[in-house]
């Protein structure tokens, strides 16, 4: 069975701080994909990144990187200088065996104050 | 612009009947997927399509029924047999089933059953 366990529920920091997000993922595949998506207030999941199970090079990508690392089963999400628009529910996903659908974490609200 | 519509943004039924959740893209995405959303759960898998005609359930399907008449149209109906409609309602498409390509998401219909 597929599962994606966010530990963190919520997270509050002030504004240019350092946060990192935690994900922890089971799969007895070999083969298999990770995403992150960001939930604004608006609601609309948008999009932040995919990692292959075969590709575990750390990816950064502005203030944003992400440390994938198979031994712990991890795919963390760092913010850098953290700002009040990075305000959202972060969700991290795994796409199952056979590529069909994405199982979704629980999420983790991340509140940025100024 | 290309996209996903869901409308609308807002909705309220009594109990007992039966209500449709809009979801159009004008993406040429092959499949559509509908996710429920609940505080502090994540996002839930209800039904899927990967061809127009063909749907699949996901993993919270009972209550709910759906169509795909049109490759860009999957509209998700909510019936009385639904015991805790009450929820955020996310539409999703991708070019094909699952694949490595990201989902992309809809702004979201909140649905309130009183």
């Known amino acids: 069975a597929q599962k994606v366990t966010q530990a963190q529920t919520e997270i509050s920091v002030v504004e240019k701080e350092d946060v990192t997000l935690d994900c922890v993922y089971e799969t007895r595949d070999t083969t298999y994909y990770l995403f992150w998506y960001k939930q604004p207030p608006s609601g609309e999941l948008v999009f932040l990144i995919r990692r292959n199970s075969f590709d575990e090079q750390n990816e950064i990508s502005g203030r944003y990187s992400w440390n994938f690392q198979k031994s712990t089963s991890s795919f963390n999400f760092t913010i850098t200088a953290s700002q009040v628009v990075d305000s959202a529910v972060y969700f991290c996903?795994?796409?199952?065996?056979?590529?069909?659908?994405?199982?979704f974490g629980k999420g983790t609200m991340l509140l940025v104050s100024p | 612009d290309g996209g996903i519509t869901q409308s609308p943004k807002y909705l309220f039924r009594k109990e007992g009947q039966n209500v449709t959740l809009s979801c159009e893209q004008n993406?040429?995405?092959?499949?559509m997927y509908w996710y429920r959303q609940d505080p502090g759960q994540g996002l839930r898998l209800i039904y899927y399509?990967?061809?127009?005609?063909?749907?699949q359930k996901g993993d919270i399907a009972e209550g709910y029924s759906v169509s795909r008449e049109k490759k860009e149209s999957f509209p998700l109906t909510v019936t009385s047999a639904q015991k805790n409609p009450t929820a955020f309602y996310l539409c999703?498409?991708?070019?094909?089933?699952?694949?490595?390509?990201?989902?992309?998401f809809g702004p979201g219909t909140r649905l309130t059953v009183t």
């Open positions: 399509s990967q061809i127009v005609n063909d749907f």
């Open positions: 993406l040429n995405h092959d499949a």
């Open positions: 999703a498409s991708s070019m094909l089933l699952g694949a490595i390509n990201e989902q992309y």
């Open positions: 996903a795994l796409l199952n065996s056979g590529y069909s659908t994405l199982t």
